[in-house]
């Protein structure tokens, strides 16, 4: 790579011609009845009480190389992704956007024949990361200042690794986000693979509504649609709609329409996966049907929503019961997928951690920090008056949760990791790094976590015939670092790793990804990251 390059600043000016002629490609348009098009109902609000529509991330710049004619990854210890342990050293040839070879043994110069070459010197290589809930920005940072900035999120997620990502609800607006897919595809921005699920609008009324406005998202390019409520006619209609058109399906099952439709509810109709954990436990009452909510709880309060959720998994069936033996059963019989995001709740157990954590001062805009104090009017803002006793009622119910994530399994159930970042003191890319060490806390062993982040996310996206493992004929997304995250995954987040050297006696900073590789592009984490903290910078200035 080389030593020298443009700065930022420079960059982002040549392409600012880019960034306006496309952004007019994709403002949503408003129906002859005031509604706003299918797709575009989260951002409209935003457009419509005066913010500038979201900008588009500008042309990828010296921090990519390639695709190359023949690429040589060299002296590597690979894991590949679906299970087996590490093995080396060996040497994966690329060719284009494709795995070629793979062989034991040093690499020597003969071999090279011109060919682009990264020696990984005894470092490790690892499948493309694929975050399964993610969000390309939140039109809630709006009300803190400004709409997400989508160069400063493509840039972390691919900074930590993540070569692939679906948004579950392209919130941003739907023809906004499907050109960011289309030109990630294309190679003409720094960005994974992405795949865009619409955001399934709650007041449905009925089910030719439900039809025609998944017909609608699916013509406007959705590969999926979310679920966050809906009434049960109308649910199932959008359910068997998108199965004929061959969409995926994912639901957030929120409290207001749980007792109507909970987790084995949604899965016996054919969903894909559930997101977080809602619905779950509902689905294991034993002795109750709705859960205990105090008398004068208000689920438009966060506080109270956040609050009493923590208790929720204590109501459920006890591990090991008859009832939650049945549930993974037949969840499992079902092929059905858990993404737990672990970390997006992190903050209710420890809010002290998460709001001082080492990326917080360098990583994070000023309306994203606004966006994360406590504000009534922004989604995931709640911690007004956060007590012990609501930590510990969350201790116990990651307890709880974190016990069934891993029987499921164990039982041959799959799960996925996903960050759900941008909100609750979560910061694209480190969030998702950390959720690996949130499945591992949750008893997964390490290459069970990595197997999650790439050959599951993968089968879950129906994209494992072509990312997931390092294998021959494979697209050629993976991960280079220098040192061994299996032992640790702090060594994957951007800002590393603290490391006493006790030859030196000082402690070092260590880690961090070294390369990123999607459809053999070639990404320089450390510039990523350059990229990143100049962005944040400017902003705050």
Do not use: C
Not at 294 to 301: I, K, Q
Not at 371 to 389: K, L, M, N, R, V
Request: hydrophobic share 40%; proline share 5%.
């Amino acid at each position: 790579m080389p030593a020298l390059r443009t700065s930022i600043v420079m960059r982002r000016s040549v392409a600012t011609a880019f960034v306006l002629v496309s952004s007019l490609l994709v403002l949503p348009t408003i129906a002859a009845d005031s509604r706003p098009e299918p797709g575009e109902e989260n951002i409209a609000g935003a457009l419509a009480a005066g913010f500038a529509p979201p900008k588009l991330a500008p042309p990828r710049g010296d921090e990519a190389r390639g695709p190359f004619d023949r690429l040589l990854i060299k002296n590597a210890m690979l894991v590949v992704g679906n299970g087996a342990p590490p093995r080396g050293p060996v040497t994966i040839e690329v060719r284009n956007d494709r795995i070629h070879s793979i062989h034991g043994g040093h690499g020597g110069d003969a071999e090279t024949g011109g060919a682009e070459v990264i020696d990984v010197d005894g470092g490790y290589v690892l499948p493309g990361f694929v975050d399964a809930h993610t969000h390309l920005g939140t039109p809630g940072h709006a009300q803190a200042g400004a709409l997400t900035d989508s160069e400063y999120v493509l840039k972390l997620w691919l900074a930590h690794g993540v070569t692939t990502v679906r948004d579950v609800g392209a919130v941003m607006g739907l023809g906004w986000t499907v050109k960011h897919r289309e030109m990630a595809a294309a190679g003409e921005i720094s960005a994974p693979r992405m795949r865009v699920h619409a955001m399934f609008p709650p007041s449905t009324a009925t089910a030719d509504e439900a039809r025609n406005w998944v017909k609608a998202v699916r013509k406007r390019g959705a590969n999926g649609v979310k679920f966050r409520g809906a009434r049960a006619e109308p649910f199932a209609a959008a359910m068997e709609e998108a199965k004929r058109l061959g969409m995926k399906t994912s639901y957030h099952h929120a409290q207001l329409s749980v007792v109507q439709t909970n987790v084995l509810d949604s899965a016996r109709l054919g969903l894909d996966s559930m997101e977080h954990w809602y619905g779950l436990p509902e689905a294991m009452f034993d002795d109750r049907v709705i859960q205990d909510y105090p008398h004068d709880y208000n689920y438009s309060n966060e506080q109270d929503r956040f609050g009493e959720a923590g208790r929720l998994w204590l109501q459920a069936a006890a591990p090991g019961s008859e009832t939650w033996q049945r549930t993974i059963a037949e969840l499992v019989d079902l092929d059905f997928t858990l993404s737990p995001t672990f970390t997006i709740y992190e903050a209710n157990r420890d809010l002290m951690r998460v709001r001082n954590a080492d990326w917080m001062e360098d990583y994070v805009p000023s309306y994203m920090a606004r966006a994360f104090e406590a504000d009534p009017d922004i989604h995931g803002s709640y911690f007004f008056d956060w007590t012990t006793q609501k930590e510990i009622d969350w201790k116990q119910n990651f307890e709880r949760w974190m016990q069934f994530v891993n029987d499921y399994k164990n039982a041959g159930g799959r799960v996925v990791t996903g960050s759900d970042a941008g909100f609750i003191y979560k910061v694209y890319g480190f969030a998702y790094i950390r959720e690996f060490e949130l499945l591992q806390e949750a008893g997964f062993h390490p290459l069970e976590v990595i197997k999650a982040a790439t050959l599951d996310g993968a089968e879950l996206l129906g994209l494992d015939r072509e990312i997931g493992t390092v294998e021959v004929g494979k697209k050629a997304d993976l991960v280079i670092l220098d040192e061994n995250p299996l032992a640790n995954f702090k060594l994957l987040y951007g800002t590393g790793h603290r490391r006493l050297n006790r030859e030196t006696g000082s402690v070092e900073r260590v880690g961090g990804v070294r390369y990123t590789v999607r459809d053999g592009i070639v990404f320089d984490a450390a510039m990523l990251l350059e990229d990143v903290r100049e962005l944040v910078a400017a902003e705050k200035n």
